[in-house]
């Protein structure tokens, strides 16, 4: 059969071409990624129970979630937190191979099985379900120059105008818009002017109801034998601030009314005031663009890049736009550099080759065989479902130094063939292939059940060796297809039966290889006599061997030891916590003194900052706060002290001297999907029904622990749970004899300082909510509660205070938790 491609080298052509061109078909529809997917896919379930702390958003919200959630097909583990803000938070992990687009789709049957069991502020506000894996692809800011622009005015322009483009992107999981300062009507209603009007936050909240909705009162003249119908139009929901400070809330007699602008300011507002964001020193809006599992991650960020340039002539006067962070820069770089080594391998080879063969058409022979090997790969890669990346990549480079092999085997034997003396080409290469037909099947065999095996290994390191392993594995064996068919008909179409060439004249390659020759030879022989000697004493042979194994042992145990390198992306991340209960005023300022640090250090390219928002815990609170810093390009830094983990190190030392903030910098992770930093992650789990101040404990003294292992450079949690709280206790008896309801109360109470959600109202194509809640200053502490009265049965105004005591206590910011019970990050 063999014997056919030699006599047909047309067929053998043919063949190489059709897997080169399959080959490249591949190459172009392969993603191209840093490293396999191996995070697992995430489904993230969300929600917000305005006004509520984070054991009230815990036991009503995330506690009921995750009792339906858990067991859905497939999945591996689940976390949740809650905070303070109200905000509940559940992500759900599955199982590698997973279709994330299914797990999402289960995950929401559970969650709607759930949602009776929700408050009603929770259900009106809406959950959530998305798939996004846990570590943002790329951040971005939108800033602004230009004062007359506030944070609302950017963040809700980025939102009408920008979001809804990335959110289309393919692959795009999650736009995570930091703050949400969406277009809200704000109603600031006055404690003071609601007590002496006699009006309560429900009167508010069923006017607005009553006169602001949107109707259906139908058509004149439908059915009625008519020339003409004429649709009956209401105005609908209310959209501009004055139609909001006409509401009438009561008639107050004689043809007087009370208005919703007599004991209210009403403005366009944003709907929570919880974060602030700074870019480049100005106020601006971040984002932080999330994908979805096993979506190609250039293609991604790309597009993001295209849509970004595309919208920025429209930007508004002073509004300028960064990215600080995106894995793209760091992957092309990497990428390009193997891609260069692949290059540079390949030169090597093909120059050892023609060093020992010394035959430029022999030379050729090898040459032609590894591109087709090589590029034939990515065919099998896109039908494995692999993609281009520096596994798949690091394979082929060493690929490049097996697969060449078999063609020499085959070149070789064809020479031996001809120097033996035979009358052409094509005969020394039957006579050769009918003897090594069988050892290159052998060669190709044993060479691919070296790698095949480590296919097999699981987790998200055997997903790193299954794709090393088998795109080794198959370049050799296309490598072997080359040694049977194109080789052969190469090695009958171009060699030449041998001739005395021993009085002929020599050129300078000839004498060049003639003084190699002799070299090599005089080294071989020096080679042979030293086994010959080691031949001879065996105690000196068992010796070196017990040696070297000792060395590698020891090795072994000394050198570090990880799953993948750190390396210098350019990119570093801080977070910043303050002492428990600091406002975001405050907070702000130790991110302003951090931001100029980093303005006078010329090694900063660009820097992006949000308070009220922790990076590592994923959790919101005025006292935290995290930075994006990007560094200038490699080509710019090329000194030591430059490097990411030098900058590091002088920014540790730079804000050493911060009073009440704790700076933590440090890397974002190697891998995609696994956290938010370098490292690794640890959860202290509470199996038992302790409080949280005694998991702190518990936790703090492991901590300790750790950081005595010389292993650990930092070890570190944002859970505190001392941060200032007040415990509100009601006097139910007395509120009974004054015939003042508990619902009353909560009612009142969330009115002034939760916040009510009421209704919506349109504007700019979108729709927004309506919120109720008293002025700023009227809630700015404690004591405010002396101001606020509640209506009882009679109608009359009733200070809450009777009723409503509060105590002074401490607890947590935010809550976790771990497959259902309470964790600490």
């Known amino acids: 059969m063999l014997k056919m491609f030699i006599e047909r080298p047309v067929l053998s052509t043919v063949i190489s071409i059709l897997i080169t061109i399959l080959g490249v078909l591949g190459l172009m529809s392969l993603p191209v990624e840093q490293y396999p997917e191996i995070a697992p896919p995430t489904v993230q379930v969300n929600a917000t129970y305005t006004g509520a702390n984070a054991e009230t958003v815990l036991n009503s919200v995330v506690i009921p979630l995750e ?23 559940i992500s759900v992990y599955f199982e590698l191979g997973v279709n994330p687009d299914i797990a999402a789709v289960n995950v929401q049957n559970r969650v709607s099985r759930a949602t009776s069991k929700l408050p009603q502020a929770v259900i009106q506000t809406g959950v959530t379900t998305l798939k996004s894996q846990t570590s943002a692809l790329m951040f971005m800011s939108l800033y602004s120059k230009n004062k007359e622009y506030d944070e609302v005015y950017i963040q809700n322009y980025a939102k009408i105008n920008l979001v809804p483009k990335l959110q289309r992107i393919k692959g795009v999981g999650q736009v995570n818009v930091f703050g949400a300062k969406d277009y809200s009507m704000r109603i600031w209603i006055d404690p003071e002017k609601m007590a002496s009007y006699n009006v309560a936050p429900k009167d508010i909240q069923a006017a607005l109801l009553e006169q602001n909705v949107e109707a259906a009162p139908g058509k004149f003249g439908e059915n009625a034998q008519g020339v003409y119908e004429y649709v009956i139009k209401y105005k609908g929901r209310l959209s501009q601030i004055e139609d909001y400070e006409n509401i009438i809330i009561k008639a107050t007699g004689n043809g007087n009314f009370l208005y919703l602008k007599d004991v209210a300011t009403v403005e366009l507002g944003g709907f929570n005031y919880g974060t602030k964001n700074i870019a480049m020193g100005q106020q601006g809006v971040a984002l932080g663009i999330f994908q979805t599992s096993g979506s190609n991650a250039q293609d991604i960020i790309s597009e993001v890049m295209a849509i970004i340039e595309e919208s920025k002539p429209d930007f508004p006067p002073g509004v300028d736009y960064i990215i600080p962070y995106n894995t793209k820069t760091f992957l092309d770089a990497s990428i390009d550099k193997v891609i260069m ?13 023609y060093l020992f063969l010394q035959d430029f058409k ?15 790969t990515f065919f099998f890669l896109q039908i494995f479902g692999f993609s281009i990346n520096m596994l798949t990549l690091f394979a082929m480079i060493l690929a490049i130094g097996i697969v060449v092999d078999d063609t020499i085997v085959v070149v070789e034997a064809v020479h031996a063939k001809l120097d033996e003396g035979a009358k052409s080409a094509k005969e020394a290469t039957l006579s050769a292939m009918s003897e090594i037909t069988g050892a290159i099947i052998s060669i190709t065999l044993v060479m691919a059940a070296v790698f095949i095996p480590v296919s097999f290994l699981s987790g998200p390191s055997g997903v790193f060796y299954q794709q090393f392993a088998i795109t080794l594995a198959v370049a050799i064996l296309i490598s072997a297809i080359n040694a049977l068919t194109l080789s052969p008909a190469l090695c009958a179409l171009l060699l030449k039966p041998h001739k005395d060439s021993i009085h002929a004249k020599k050129n300078l390659k000839d004498r060049f290889f ?5 070299n090599f030879d005089r080294m071989n022989n020096k080679y042979v006599q030293s086994l010959r000697f080691l031949g001879r004493k065996k105690i000196i042979s068992v010796a070196g061997l017990l040696v070297f194994t000792a060395i590698t042992i020891f090795l072994f145990q000394t050198t570090p030891s990880g799953f993948i390198p750190n390396e210098d992306r350019g990119i570093i991340m801080a977070d910043l916590t303050l002492p428990p209960g600091t406002t975001l005023e405050k907070t702000q300022k130790a991110v302003k003194e951090l931001d100029s640090i980093l303005a006078s250090m010329d090694i900063v390219e660009a820097r992006m900052n949000v308070v009220g928002f922790s990076l590592l815990n994923q959790v919101n609170g005025g006292s935290y706060a995290f930075t994006v810093i990007k560094l ?7 000194e030591a002290n430059q490097s990411v983990n030098a900058v590091v190190g002088e920014l540790f030392g730079r804000t050493a001297h911060f009073k009440d903030a704790r700076a933590l910098f440090f890397t974002p992770p190697s891998v995609q999907g696994f956290g938010s930093a370098d490292g690794f992650e640890l959860k202290i789990q509470d199996k038992g029904d302790d409080s949280w101040q005694e998991v702190s404990r518990v936790s703090n003294e492991f901590l300790g622990a750790l950081m005595q292992r010389p292993e650990i450079q930092y070890a570190m949690t944002n859970f505190n749970p001392s941060f200032p709280q007040y415990e509100m206790d009601i006097n139910v008896e007395r509120a009974k004899d004054a015939g003042v309801s508990m619902t009353d109360i909560f009612n009142t109470m969330q009115g002034y300082y939760g916040g009510l959600y009421t209704t919506d109202f349109n504007k700019f194509g979108k729709q927004y909510r309506v919120m109720i809640q008293a002025k700023p200053e009227s809630r700015a502490d404690a004591s405010s509660i002396n101001t606020i009265y509640v209506r009882n049965a009679s109608g009359q105004q009733v200070a809450i205070s009777q009723f409503v005591n509060l105590k002074r206590i401490y607890g947590p910011e935010a809550v976790a938790r771990f497959n259902m019970l309470k964790a600490v990050n």
């Open 514 to 518: 003639i003084a190699f020759n002799t």
């Open 362 to 376: 022999s030379t050729l022979i090898p040459a032609i065989a590894v591109p087709v090997a090589i590029i034939g």
């Open 341 to 353: 080594t692949l290059i540079e391998a390949f030169l090597l080879v093909f120059l050892v080759v």
């Open 67 to 89: 009792e339906e959630i858990n067991g859905v097909e497939g999945m591996t583990y689940m976390t949740s937190s809650a905070a303070n803000d109200g905000s509940a938070k």
């Open 632 to 638: 200038k390009p490699w080509s710019e830094r090329k």
